[in-house]
């Protein structure tokens, strides 16, 4: 049986699977968010977790910038009909990236709990913490 893979490219973007329950978001530095490049990693993050539930953690390096393309399209819709993603937490290591994220999601509001902050560790309790919460219907 060959074992899964661990770390997968999303060109802008590597997946870690780093428990069956959580995946990692890595952005790289360097990088311009635009709606095509973001949607080709949420495409992935369905891809690779599949059916299972689990929660994000999407770390963005300071040295990255924007196209304002990427603030016009709700990349989550593809979760609204169904969906095993039960929190999602997203460090921003910029704060105009940060502040943007945080438009972001008041435009596109997630059905599952969201974190957004410049602190790595607080956002790793913090999924800890939603996990160990929510029962195994989601909720």
Known sequence: MTPEPRAHDAGIATLI???PDLL??????????NADAVAAVQAKRREVMGDR??????????????????????????????????ASAVVAKASMIELLTKLYLSYYPQLHRTLVTDD???ARHWLDR???QITPTGS
């Open 17 to 19: 699977v780093a428990r």
């Open 24 to 33: 990692e978001i890595h952005y790289h530095g360097g990088i311009v968010f």
């Open 53 to 86: 539930p689990y929660a994000t953690l999407t770390i963005i390096p300071e040295d990255v910038d924007y196209s304002m393309d990427s603030m016009e399209r709700d990349q989550g819709h593809g979760d609204r009909a169904r969906s095993q993603l039960l």
């Open 120 to 122: 790595e560790q607080a």
């Open 130 to 132: 939603q996990l160990a």
